[in-house]
């Protein structure tokens, strides 16, 4: 069983900055994926960026040029780095996680709340 568990999110003002961290644990096997989805408030949760093992990175049209997505592998940490914030990116961000053996595995965090506001 892997365990997410994510840091970094809060209120910034439009424009601002924020950097989510999430660090995977538990797993007997090597975690293919990570990344980002997010959900607002009466929206179904959507994609925000994913990143493999090997590095390739896949993002949604609506963050790409804003956020990056990378990975520490040795740590198993997945980052977000969000720049020129808008006020609909507010949601919460989950982390996911999965494992291919014979079936692929899902696992998603707790939650953390991003608030664009001024």
């Known amino acids: 069983q892997v365990q997410l568990v994510e840091s970094g999110g809060g209120l910034v003002q439009p424009g601002g900055s924020l950097r989510l961290s999430c660090a995977a644990s538990g797993s007997r096997f090597s975690i293919a994926t990570m990344g980002w989805y997010r959900q607002a408030p009466g929206e179904q949760r959507e994609l925000v960026a994913t990143i493999t093992s090997r590095g390739n990175t896949n993002y949604a049209d609506s963050v790409k040029g804003r956020f990056t997505i990378s990975r520490d592998n040795a740590k198993n940490t997945v980052y977000l780095q969000m720049n020129s914030l808008k006020p609909e990116d507010t949601a919460v961000y989950y982390c996911?996680?999965?494992?291919?053996?014979?079936?692929?595995?899902?696992?998603w965090g707790q939650g953390t709340q991003v608030t664009v506001s001024s």
């Open positions: 996911y996680a999965n494992t291919i053996v014979l079936a692929v595995s899902h696992y």
